[in-house]
């Protein structure tokens, strides 16, 4: 597709040759669970359950519906919905027709959908009428107005002047477009260090042999039942080996709307769930809450933990706790996934990311004139492999920088490689905020900032926190009369700015610290931060 980096032809047909790319799409992918499984249940809420059969019977309806509304192959289709049955119906419906999700997160507000609607020239958008007290709805006609290619807003809930998503399942005849599994089969969101989200192209084939591996490793079966907490668009729930690799196990899905013990304990005595996945935040609510719960959790075997670093303290309380196995998580929208073992020892567990997934992940970890640096030394990963990006969507000269000439992408993390081949994560070498697993671009942020008449400059650092690991803490030159908090909080809210996103701390300065270049130092930006929480303390 125009726009979407791909594979050198001999490296696609090495990755073929290999047994890696196994030229199934998700649609057959689904519809061969459905010929295999057919009763059995593929996904549970709190009062619904649904077999293969039904799931595919939908989603055959509703993709007619689609292509009745003008939807077809390599269209873009934003989707911002909960974690909901309706999920599933909606991208293998796309999936179907050969369109193209692009995933959007439950979380995002009118700054990021209207972007992701006008840059990936969206002719629809989908989306919940509610979720979580926010009304969806205003924001939808906004965005409509805006963006000159989206033809069709479809809503599932309360649709006023919207097209009711319900209403799109129609008993008639499918035109079958060929969608091969070559082509690229969605978009996903980067969390980004520059600027607003950079889009992730997926192919069938790069994204199902994700799948495969990840079961692999995590020993997933068709008697494996996933709890989800944690928003399904994520790349960590949706793919390792989350609700995308339990259907490809023949497994279970149970859906949780969020991550409450009140909510996700009694879910997973009720429907004996046997693995699911966090972040360390919620890992660590989890084992606050479980002293005083009495729930039985005795099928469960898998907690993963990932999106962020993992304390060791924090680690080695899982499995007294649960009464499961630990199994770390660290991987990229992008590609590479890093997992330990089931069976490794506890050491590796506790203080490791683990290691890649595929013999086919290559790895250097380099240092700043991306010359290798020794075992146990930290470096920047870099990666490539059958289900590492060759480039972001539409994005030529950030791929420049992303990618090396080889194909090698640069994921800014800062590593280092154990004796036994795991890896440590030490930080991040990006201009990048990971608060609890969601990804903030400190441009992204500034530049909305600097829009206000009080602000003169504005930058974005991480600052330490023992319970998200990094918050986001914005240092303020102001022009002419200082504001509260609260008044930039509301300003960045009225902008349409996600919520996780909006600064935690202000801090108002009359100049920023500079490097030697005369750049401003985040490095003693954030070192001041930290220094101060620490004298509070």
Known sequence: MEGCPTWPAELAAYYREQGCWKGETFDEMLRNRAEQNGDRIVLSTHDEHISYAQLQERVERLAVGL???????????????????????????LFNLGALPVFALPTHRYSEIQYFCEFSEAKAYIAADKHAGYNYLPMAQSVKEEVPTLQHVIVHGEVEQFISLTDLYKDAPLEKPDVKSSDVAFLQLSGGSTGRSKLIPRTHDDYMYSLIKSNEVCELTEDSVYLTVLPIAHNFPLSSPGVLGTIYAGGRIVLSSGSSPDEAFPLIEKEKVTITGMVPPIALIWLEAIKSRSYDFSSLQVIQVGGAKFSAESAKR????????????????????????????????????GRPMSAYDEIRIVDEEDQEVAIGEVGELLTRGPYTIRGYYKAEQHNKKSFTDDGFYRTGDLVRRNGDGSITVEGRDKDQINRGGEKIAAEEVEN??????????????????????????????????????????????????????????????????????????????????????????
């Open 67 to 93: 292509q009745q509304l003008g939807i077809e192959k390599e269209d873009r289709v934003v989707v911002q919905l909960p974690n909901q049955i309706a999920f599933f119906e909606v991208i293998f419906a």
């Open 318 to 353: 899982i499995r007294p706790a649960f009464g499961c196995q630990l199994q770390q998580v660290f991987g990229m929208a992008e590609g590479l996934v890093n997992y330990t073992r089931l069976d490794d020892p506890e050491e590796t567990i506790i203080h490791t990311q």
């Open 448 to 537: 909305h900032l600097l829009a206000h008449p009080n602000v003169y400059d504005a930058a974005i650092v991480s600052m330490p926190d023992h319970f998200l690991g990094e918050r986001s803490c914005a240092f303020i030159i102001p022009k002419g009369e200082k504001q509260t908090t609260a008044v930039i909080r509301s300003f960045l809210e009225e902008r349409g700015l996600a919520t996780y996103k909006i600064p935690d701390r202000v801090e108002w300065v009359e100049s920023f610290p500079q490097t030697a270049l005369g750049k401003v130092s985040k490095k003693q930006l954030r070192q001041q931060i930290s220094d101060k929480l620490v004298k509070v303390k």
